[in-house]
């Protein structure tokens, strides 16, 4: 049974607009969330986290939202860059994972 | 560089063959991880050591065994494997087991391809 779901396998953005990844989970009994971005031919690296006693956390350009009622999280990233091209995982806890969602920013 | 080196980093073995894939961390890290992503899945998480000694083993066949000499390596041994097991299998290291806000550090992984 799989406990956190990334329902859109990928994502297509403009450079410079907002980019923003979903997240759905069943067990509320989480208490972080993790987000990792993975390159082709690489391991995943970790991005930005969020506690559940909160509802937001920024780091720079990325910004976690947490809704604990909906069990949803989301990633905003803004503004978008090429770089941010990857694959983007949400994880509950330490180690249950989504099935990731591939970015492409477009130049 | 990210302190955390899988060897080898793609493998092709019959069903019958013997092998061994191999993790080493730079990281001071006590805890380390094996886990399975297989096409359009989540990471699986395999096994679990935790100051070299195994906490987790989520229901894997033993025909995977994994082996932890010390906290900076870790191996995973494969014997008789199916076609099933083909897939990519990535290393993690974190500073202790157990804290569930604490990242992973992955490697770049393994492809195992089963003939």
């Known amino acids: 049974d799989q406990q956190v779901k990334q329902n859109s396998p990928s994502l297509s953005v403009q450079e410079g607009r907002i980019s923003i990844l979903n997240c759905d989970y069943t067990n509320s009994m989480f208490d972080y969330f993790l987000w990792y971005k993975k390159y082709p031919a690489e391991g995943p690296t970790f991005l930005i986290s969020?506690?559940?006693?909160?509802d937001k956390n920024e780091d720079g350009r990325f910004t976690v939202f947490l809704n604990k009622s909906a069990k949803h999280l989301s990633l905003h990233i803004v503004p978008s860059q090429p770089g941010d091209s990857a694959v983007y995982f949400c994880?509950?806890?330490?180690?249950?994972f989504g099935t990731g969602t591939s970015l492409t920013v477009i130049p | 560089e990210t302190g955390v080196t899988q060897t080898p980093r793609h493998l092709v073995m019959g069903m019958t063959n013997k092998k061994s894939l191999k993790c080493e961390q730079h990281?001071?890290?006590?805890?380390m991880y094996w886990y399975k992503q297989s096409a359009k899945k989540p990471l699986e998480l395999m096994f679990v050591?935790?100051?070299?000694?195994?906490?987790e083993n989520n229901s894997v066949p033993s025909r995977f065994s994994p082996e932890c000499p010390n906290s900076s390596h870790l191996f995973l041994h494969l014997h008789t494997l199916q076609p099933e097991d083909s897939a990519l299998y990535l290393c993690?290291?974190?500073?202790?087991?157990?804290?569930?806000?604490?990242?992973?550090?992955f490697g770049d992984g393994t492809r195992l391809s089963i003939l």
């Open positions: 990281l001071g890290h006590n805890a």
């Open positions: 050591y935790n100051f070299k000694e195994q906490t």
């Open positions: 994880a509950g806890n330490q180690f249950y």
């Open positions: 969020i506690s559940s006693i909160k």
């Open positions: 993690a290291s974190s500073p202790r087991f157990g804290i569930t806000g604490q990242p992973q550090h």
